[in-house]
């Protein structure tokens, strides 16, 4: 017993040593924030107090200074560009913390799956993927403190502002990053103290509350991001904060963003815990081992493609309540120069969607059943390749005067309509139906259905495909190419409301159908290598995602901090060339990367015990006589 | 062709022919409604009553 109780105090003490230097990290940030909050913004920082009717000028003093109008002096120069130190720093930050906030909200959902079904599995990969999560929140918190240190440090005026606008909701987030340590080292260690009976509820409660604690914080980090994009409760001349804590939070773009943000970071959060067990498998050396990590994986991806098919119906709330914010916004994000980035966005989507369904298929062959839909795998494909040279199609390029008369204009005359956004919906939704549909063909793989109106099921599951994939292509070439722009905006919402309507009744046929089916041997393990670098090109590329798409979201504020009340007059204010956002998205992806192969070295290491020394008997015998 | 066969095979357009009138009813339903949520009405032939 107490050989086992050692490592893991080792192990406890070295995660609370991590604990106390986070601790002391919060608490000079909080020093920081209280500093620079009886900080005045530089000969700039004049008291100004409008006409008060109220009479209470003294007491509201503090909270109408205006907004800082700030010159280049009063940005610190050191030598390299602020935007660049801090765009690494809060892009590995926001990686980190993605990932360690969404683990444990799918490892609570598995966790309750093994506490109903009373299958062990569950319960111990669900661990297994908190000990990922373990090892990446300490460096979370030090990129956290980290980011902190470089904000203040480089824009202490925008700093300033911005703890005025937030006040003590700081020490909030500070305080509930403590309950979000504290719940999930009791959360993690106490797994098997409290694994069986009513223990386990508490365990399970503990889940919850770590969860429920989690995603405050992200909501709460999520409103300084939204203040700084279209900021709320300020006075829109002065910049003045003019309303309560409340009202600077919930800003316009604040609930789409957590929204987004919130499914986004469990797709992220699969992918990567996905990649640590092709680690494990590729790395396996008993057949019981590599069928554990071979469902390990299949799990993983599972979560990831789940949470990532609903994503881009978020985004689209997203970009429609930025658009509706301000037009010029959405226009530079979509239209302008970061129109290009979203090319890229479109090869990485579907570099997403084709290694999840090669995953799948390749996961196929777990099971002899999968004979029975094979057929259907070259068909998917096609529509995922044709979908992604859709997709990719940009509308226009930058032509020479003599390849523009050759080509009789700006525009291909074939390709040129396929460049626009309804062609682009009609790709996407019609890729998001046929992952689902390998998913589903996947699940019915191992299945022999039972049910006596599997007829009826059948046919009113293909014909809700036919009819869906009929009216999307209906809509996006009808409405988008034929009617007023208005209708063409609206048509988009009924390709969402049909690719939903595939999935919802997908799921509810099928889980109808599945009652009393028969269950063939599927055999975890029998997959073949290559299906696991699917999983490995999962998180290479949704983290590539992430920084490419953050940069966008971040930057259509242009020339301001906070759009249209702090002016950037930084030496970094403008929007940098399509060369340097590549070379940027790129070092922090493959900065990222390397942390993670760390953290599953080390999560590896943890499982790893010497055997003892031993001497060799008559070696030494023979020692000692001579 | 057996005479067991034939009617099973009349079933089954009848079960398909079914499946396929009940999604375009649906459909067609919701491509109405979303679009009446919008503000953006439809004709019954689903072009813009606007």
Redesign the interface.
Known sequence: MMMFAIPIRISLARHLGTLLATAALIGFVCFGFAATASAQPGDRGTLIVFADEQGAASTNAASLLPAPVLQRDDYPNIGVSSRSIVWVIAQMHLFFGALVLAVPIFVLVIEIIGFRTGDDRYDDMAHEFMKVSLTAYAITALFGGTLALALFLLYPQLMSYLTRAFGSQVLVYAGLFFLESMLLYIYYYGWNALRYGNRKWVHLTLGLLLNAVGTTLLVVANSWTTFMMAPSGVDPETGAIVGNIWEVMKGPLWNPLNLHRLIANVAFGGAVVGAYAAFKFLSATTPEEKAHYDWMGYSSNFIAILAFLPLPFAGYWLTAEIYAYSQQMGILAMGGILAWLFVIQAVLICTILLAANYYLWSGMARSEGSERYRWAIKYIATVLILGFLVWVTPHNVIYTAAEAVKLGGGNHPVLGPLGIMPAKNIAVFLMLICTFLSFQLYRRADKVIAVSWQ??GN??M???Y???IL?II??GV??GYF??T??KV??S??QV??TL?VIVAGVLIDSLMFRGARTLHVSWGRVADRSQYALFALPITFTWLMALMGYVRSSVRTHWHVYTVVRDNSADNFIPTLQTVGNMVTLVTLLFLAFLLFIFWIANLSGTRQLPITVDADAAGARVGT | MSETTQPKKAG?II??L???L???A??YL??HA??SM?G?PLNWN???AQ
């Open positions: 007829n009826w046919a009113l293909a014909s809700i036919i009819v869906a009216n209906f809509a009808y409405y009617t007023n208005v209708y609206g048509s919402v009924i409301m049909s309507v | 089954q079960t398909w079914v499946a396929i009940v999604a375009l649906a459909f919701m491509n979303v679009m919008q953006l689903l072009t813009p």
